[in-house]
């Protein structure tokens, strides 16, 4: 986790990317039990998973975090 977080952000540990096109990332995320499709408009700055193959902490918005059902 970042030292210093962003409050519009939800940070997402031990996630991986599996797939990402132009539009989106289709990402492992552990507590959602399947893949997930995340619009990369709603991929924050601070994520170390953009791309496909990889690994580490997901920051996602806030608002898409509470769609998703995580907040």
């Known amino acids: 986790m970042l030292a210093n977080p962003s409050a519009d952000a939800v940070y997402l540990e031990d996630c991986e990317c ?4 132009e539009n989106a990332i289709l ?5 959602m039990g399947e893949d997930t499709w995340v619009p990369r408009s709603q991929v924050h700055d601070d994520s170390e998973v953009v791309n496909s193959g990889d690994r580490g902490t997901l920051a996602i918005t806030l608002w898409f975090a509470t769609k ?3 907040r």
Do not use: C
């Open 18 to 21: 599996k797939h990402d096109t």
């Open 27 to 31: 990402v492992d995320i552990p507590d």
């Open 68 to 70: 998703l059902g995580l």
